[in-house]
């Protein structure tokens, strides 16, 4: 069973950047697709992106694309999120998530393993 556990989250004001890290651990992580989502207050869980076992594929959802990008070092067991030009909107607890489906996919159902979170706290 793969363990995941999220770092780097915090504080920062708008425009500013931030990288998460999600380190992982218990089996082989090229074994699985990886993926970050979100879930601000009040709000359902949600898609950000996912990156592909050997890291060629990505998908963003539309209202990160352009600000976050994310990656993976398979000889490093970890997967990161850079999120530059931060917005207020951008604030909430950061999952990071993974999946052995054939298919890297958006959907929450389809990861079978996730870590606690990392929280993000954007200020105007």
């Known amino acids: 069973q793969a363990q995941l556990v999220e770092s780097g989250g915090g504080l920062v004001q708008a425009g500013g950047s931030l990288r998460l890290s999600c380190a992982a651990s218990?089996?082989?992580?090229?074994?699985?697709?990886m993926g970050w989502f979100r879930q601000a207050p009040g709000k359902e869980r949600e898609f950000v992106a996912a990156?592909?076992?050997?890291?060629?594929?990505?998908d963003y959802v539309d209202s990160v694309k352009g600000r976050f990008t994310i990656s993976r070092d398979n000889a490093k067991n970890t997967m990161y999120l850079q999120m530059n030009s931060l917005k207020p909107e951008d604030t909430a607890t950061y999952y990071c998530?993974?999946?052995?489906?054939?298919?890297?996919?958006?959907?929450?159902?389809?990861?079978?393993?996730w870590g606690q979170g990392t929280q993000v706290t954007v200020s105007s």
């Open positions: 990156i592909s076992r050997s890291g060629i594929g990505t």
């Open positions: 998530a993974a999946t052995r489906l054939y298919d890297m996919g958006r959907g929450l159902n389809e990861y079978g393993y």
């Open positions: 218990g089996r082989t992580f090229s074994n699985y697709h």
